[in-house]
C-alpha cells in the first residue's frame, strides 16, 4: 500500500523567503508524484508533476527516490502562494486507474 | 470550458437519513473519482469509474456507501443511514483516460455533507 506524509500541518514565511514544503512517500513500485493547490475558497488544483519537470509559478519539484522525497521548493515566497498544499501519489494498478493517495496537506502563509 | 460541477454544495442532514450526491465530470473524461475529505486531512479515495462500470470501490468504508454511472457520464453517491462520521467534503474529479498514468484529475468544488 502506498502512503504519502507532509511532516508540517502549518509553514509560516515572510514574502521573499526561500520556500521548502516537504513530502515524503512510501510505495513498493514506480510512483508518479504529484503537488496540488488550493487557494481559499477555490477548488483542488493540479499545481505541477514529477514527470514534466517543469516550474510552476516559480515552483519546483525534484523526486529523489532514494529519500523518496518529492519536496515542492520555491526561492522567493509570494503572498499569492498563500494556500493549501497537497503532495499525491499515483500508482496505476490494473484495475484503479490512476487514483490519487494525498499527503495530510501544509497549510503554507506567507506574511508581508 | 466547463469544468467539473458537483450537486449540492452543502448538505445538512438528520443522522440515519439518505443523501444523494452528484457529479457532472468533463465532458468527454472517461475517468471518475470520489474522494472523501475530512476536516484536518488529505482527501481520500473512495471510488473509480471507468465508463459506466466502477473498476474499484476498495475505498468505500462500508455497504451504507454506493456510488453509480449509468450513462457513463454524470455520477450518483449514495449514502443510506448517514452517521456523524460521514460529515465530510465529498470531492469528484475526472481524467481522460485512467489508462494514460499521467492524466491530470481536474476536481469539483465538492458538496460539503453535515449529518447532525
Known amino acids: 500500500a502506498q502512503r504519502v506524509t507532509q511532516p508540517e500541518k502549518l509553514l509560516s514565511v515572510f514574502k521573499g523567503a526561500p520556500v521548502e514544503l516537504k513530502c515524503n512517500y512510501s510505495?513498493?513500485?514506480?510512483?508518479?508524484l504529484f503537488w496540488y493547490v488550493q487557494y481559499s475558497r477555490q477548488r483542488l488544483q493540479l499545481l505541477l508533476r514529477h514527470i514534466s519537470r517543469e516550474s510552476i509559478k516559480g515552483f519546483t519539484a525534484d523526486l529523489n527516490k532514494g529519500e523518496t522525497s518529492f519536496h515542492l521548493k520555491k526561492p522567493f515566497a509570494q503572498e499569492e502562494d498563500s494556500a493549501m498544499y497537497y503532495c499525491?501519489?499515483?500508482?496505476?494498478?490494473?484495475?484503479?486507474?490512476?487514483?490519487?493517495?494525498f499527503g495530510g496537506g501544509t497549510r503554507l502563509m506567507v506574511k508581508p | 470550458g466547463a469544468g467539473v460541477s458537483q450537486t449540492p454544495s452543502n448538505k445538512v442532514t438528520e443522522k440515519g437519513k439518505y443523501v444523494e450526491l452528484r457529479c457532472d465530470p468533463i465532458s468527454g473524461h472517461t475517468a471518475l473519482y470520489w474522494y472523501r475529505q475530512s476536516l484536518g486531512q488529505g482527501p481520500e479515495f473512495l471510488i473509480y469509474f471507468q465508463g459506466t462500470g466502477a473498476a474499484d470501490d476498495s475505498g468505500l468504508p462500508n455497504d451504507r456507501f454506493f456510488a453509480v454511472r449509468p450513462e457513463g457520464s454524470v455520477s450518483t453517491l449514495k449514502i443510506q443511514r448517514t452517521e456523524r462520521g460521514d460529515s465530510a467534503v465529498y470531492l469528484c474529479?475526472?481524467?481522460?483516460?485512467?489508462?494514460?498514468?499521467?492524466?491530470?484529475?481536474?476536481f469539483g468544488p465538492g458538496t460539503r455533507l453535515t449529518v447532525l
Open positions: 510505495y513498493s513500485g514506480s510512483p508518479e
Open positions: 474529479a475526472s481524467s481522460r483516460d485512467s489508462g494514460v498514468s499521467t492524466d491530470t484529475q481536474y
Open positions: 499525491a501519489l499515483s500508482a496505476l494498478t490494473d484495475n484503479a486507474g490512476n487514483m490519487l493517495t
